[in-house]
């Protein structure tokens, strides 16, 4: 059964950094795309930044210079570091599991997400 929990989320100020991490079970981590997702509130969910099997990154233009996604294979951990946070950056973030190894925005696993809050 495949599991994704989300952490790192929290309180923080506008130019502030936070990251997030993401624990995988119950797949083998290193053969799959992993992507961030956010949602805000009255938005639609929105791609932040994928990472294929192959270490490829695709990243969302909004979060363009300021985040960047990582994984750790041996930990089967994905990590979300992100810089200069915006007040427009507070949402619910969310990992995401593609159905195979190469760069993809079409998830098929969702973890139940972290509410990241950026104030001014």
Known sequence: QVQLVESGGG???????LKL???ASGF??????????RQA???EREFVQGISAHFNLDTGESVKGRFTISRDNDKS???????????????VYYCARARGWAVSREMTDWG????VTVFS
Do not use: I
């Open 112 to 115: 139940h997400g972290t509410q």
């Open 41 to 43: 509130p009255g938005k």
């Open 77 to 91: 951990t994905l990590y979300l570091q992100m810089n200069n946070l915006k007040p427009e950056d507070t949402a």
């Open 28 to 37: 083998p981590f290193s053969r799959y795309t992993m992507a961030w997702f």
């Open 21 to 23: 991490s993401c624990t």
């Open 11 to 17: 309180l923080v100020q506008a130019g502030g950094s």
